[in-house]
């Protein structure tokens, strides 16, 4: 199995689906998105990816899947390597539930302090220190969550591999060395988890570009 990845370098959640194809020793083809000509904007990109934005991912079959964290879902069921998804029910229970927790718990925050410190800037407007001073506590009882479930279990989903959903975290929880979000994790999250999964061969072939 091999793809083609519509994308540009500097997208975040493109390296969802970059680590778990590195993960699985699924070769890809990168295809560029001129986002200074808006291209993910033209009619012909919205044939592919319908809110006008990358990550999509399109096979030799015709094949065409968007939205990062079901590509990666899925290209963690193709290829070879270590299981990503259980296949166990209370097994898969669980890492619906930690899928649940990395996008509805700690995606919004992660997300918005990521705009106000690095996306705002890249668009050469300002960050809104106010708003990532009222998002950082925000984020800060999320990790109190977080030190919970990691004090009983290695990872996010249990005890067993490291799965999609903790990998999930190393984009936003990467994005700026200097950034508050880098210092939040590795002080308030455990130091162990943080350091295991961003310690992944396959994210340090993914993490400085797509
Ligand atoms: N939920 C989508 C989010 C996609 C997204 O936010 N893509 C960004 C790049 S990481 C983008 O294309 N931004 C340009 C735009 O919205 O015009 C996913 O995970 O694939």
New binding site residues.
């Given amino acids: 199995m091999s793809f083609k990845l519509y ?2 370098s500097f ?4 390296r ?1 689906i970059t680590l778990v194809a590195k993960e699985r020793n699924i070769p890809y083809e990168f295809v560029p998105v001129d ?1 200074k000509l ?1 291209e ?2 033209t009619p012909a990109h919205l044939e592919h990816n319908p ?5 999509y991912i399109q096979q030799d079959d015709g094949f065409e899947l ?4 079901a ?1 990666g879902r899925y290209l963690a069921t193709q290829g070879s390597g270590p299981e990503l998804i259980p296949t166990d029910p209370i097994a898969y229970a669980k890492f619906e539930q930690a899928a649940s927790v990395e996008y509805s718990q700690f995606d919004p925050i992660a997300a918005g302090i990521a705009t106000e410190k690095v996306f705002k800037l890249r668009r050469g407007l300002e960050t809104n220190e106010e708003r990532v001073k009222e998002l950082v506590p925000l984020l800060g009882f999320k990790l109190d969550g977080y030190e919970i479930i990691l004090s009983k279990q290695k990872y996010l989903a249990g005890n067993v591999r490291t799965y999609p959903r903790d990998l999930y975290h190393l984009p936003y929880g990467t994005i700026r060395q200097d950034s508050a979000l880098v210092v939040m994790m590795l002080t308030k999250v455990c130091v162990r988890w943080w350091n295991d999964i961003s310690s992944r061969e396959s994210w340090k072939a993914v993490k400085g570009s797509a």
Wanted: charged share 25%; with cysteine; net charge positive.
């Fill in positions: 994308s540009t997208s975040d959640c493109t969802r986002f808006s993910q904007k809110f006008g934005q990358v990550p968007y939205e990062s964290r590509i």
